[in-house]
């Protein structure tokens, strides 16, 4: 019986099918262990179905003798992988003879291995630590996972991010642009970390995230490497850039992209104006002055509602009025384009709310020990948020307002 393990002897009864071999013995197994006699059923089947696909390979079964046979078993290899019933041992048949064999059944465990480590890596990346891990796994898995295993599965999560992050980008009529900040410890301090973010808009009228990227700062030489990271991917076709007004992300946009118009966000800039208030009653009046400016119907009467509003607080509010006179022209860039995409390509509201879920992650974490950490978990949010956009709706119209 050389070759031979424990689990063939279990099923050799002559003068009965494998079937009513297995029944009997999962009702044995039951009746003598009860609900823990499940793992060596588990175990038992998974061997059988394994033994057979090899005979299934091989053309042949077990010590018989064909002329179609391909190759030859060569006993058993002992395997343990870790299951929702605990670190099993299976029996993995073995060929000779030239022939290739790996059993489908025990691949698709190893494929759900691979993927509970995924699922390891991001519940680290989302703030999860590595002792609340273990713990959420053990009590729904029954899986003991280690700090090695979850650096293990950081290290395949951060591999499959960067080559998102790197990938080929082709033409995008409309580029949206913002910053966040968040806290990193560098060289034993506490620092603010931009965290620089661009978001597209395809051939297809639909959102995509283009590029993620941290920084020291929102200095001018950091947006000028992240856009020219994004123009060395292949970013091109580009209509509008809509954004606020981040330090140095103009001067940047000249140097990279020279000849594309930008269209300052509407929202910020309405948000800023009430720093130059001078008063709290005045507040609701300019809010609805300036709300008055961006609905205009066309850039004539939104330039003549402009000069309406400087006439109108001219000797009250003469900070406000430089300030109108200054910036309120930078956000009415976008009515040079069809009316039926204004509403979506004049605030960079797309954005806002992708931050927003980034915040949902970040806020757990307050800290991140590096800036790499900050980055993965980032670009974790903003992959699952982008996939949703490209596979959902239209975001712009790009035929029609009647299409």
């Known amino acids: 019986m050389a070759g031979r393990t424990k689990h063939d002897i279990l099923w050799s009864k002559k003068g009965v099918s494998m079937s009513e071999q297995l029944l009997e013995s999962a009702l044995k197994i039951l009746s003598e262990e009860g609900d823990s006699g499940y793992s060596r059923i588990f175990v038992a089947l998974l061997n059988e179905v394994m033994r057979y696909e090899r005979s299934q390979v091989l053309s042949a079964g077990h010590y018989e003798r064909n002329d179609d046979r391909k190759g030859y078993a060569n006993g058993f290899k002992n395997k343990t992988l870790r299951t929702s019933m605990g670190a099993l041992d299976f029996d993995v048949p073995q060929v000779r003879g030239g022939v290739s064999f790996y059993p489908s059944a025990l691949e698709k465990g190893v494929r759900s291995e691979r993927a509970l480590k995924v699922a390891i890596a991001e519940m680290y990346v989302q703030g999860v630590s590595t002792r609340k891990v273990t713990a959420v796994f053990e009590k729904m898995c029954g899986l003991e996972v280690t700090s090695s295993e979850v650096s293990r599965a950081s290290k395949l999560l951060d591999e499959e991010l960067t080559a998102w992050r790197n990938r080929p980008l082709g033409k995008h009529r409309y580029v949206y642009f913002d910053a966040r900040y968040e806290k990193v410890r560098e060289g034993g301090i506490v620092v603010d970390k931009a965290l620089l973010i661009a978001v597209g808009v395809n051939e297809e009228g639909k959102r995509e995230v283009l590029g993620v990227s941290t920084s020291a700062s929102e200095a001018e030489?950091?947006?000028?490497?992240?856009?020219?990271?994004?123009?060395?991917?292949?970013?091109?076709?580009?209509?509008?850039?809509?954004?606020?007004?981040?330090?140095?992300?103009?001067?940047?946009?000249?140097?990279?992209?020279?000849?594309?118009?930008?269209?300052?966000?509407?929202?910020?800039?309405?948000?800023?104006?009430?720093?130059?208030?001078?008063?709290?009653?005045?507040?609701?009046?300019?809010?609805?002055?300036?709300?008055?400016?961006?609905?205009?119907?066309?850039?004539?009467?939104?330039?003549?509602?402009?000069?309406v509003a400087i006439e109108k607080h001219k000797t009250s509010a003469t900070k406000l009025v430089d300030w109108m006179e200054k910036n309120i022209p930078q956000g009415l860039t976008v009515?040079?384009?069809?009316?039926?995409?204004?509403?979506k390509l004049r605030t960079t509201n797309c954005v806002e709310r992708l931050n927003r879920e980034i915040y949902k992650r970040?806020?757990?974490?307050?800290?991140?020990?590096?800036?790499?950490?900050?980055?993965?978990l980032a670009s974790a949010v903003i992959v699952e948020n982008s996939d949703e956009w490209v596979a959902g709706k239209t975001y712009i119209n790009l035929k029609g307002s009647n299409e």
């Open 362 to 376: 970040t806020k757990v974490v307050s800290i991140f020990p590096n800036e790499e950490a900050l980055l993965r």
């Open 335 to 343: 009515f040079a384009f069809p009316e039926h995409m204004r509403k």
């Open 221 to 307: 030489v950091h947006w000028r490497a992240f856009f020219e990271a994004l123009q060395t991917r292949g970013l091109h076709g580009i209509e509008l850039f809509t954004s606020d007004a981040h330090s140095g992300l103009k001067a940047a946009l000249n140097a990279v992209f020279p000849s594309i118009p930008w269209q300052r966000c509407q929202f910020h800039l309405q948000q800023n104006a009430q720093a130059y208030v001078p008063k709290i009653a005045m507040k609701k009046e300019v809010a609805a002055d300036i709300r008055n400016i961006f609905n205009a119907p066309d850039l004539a009467n939104a330039n003549a509602y402009l000069k």
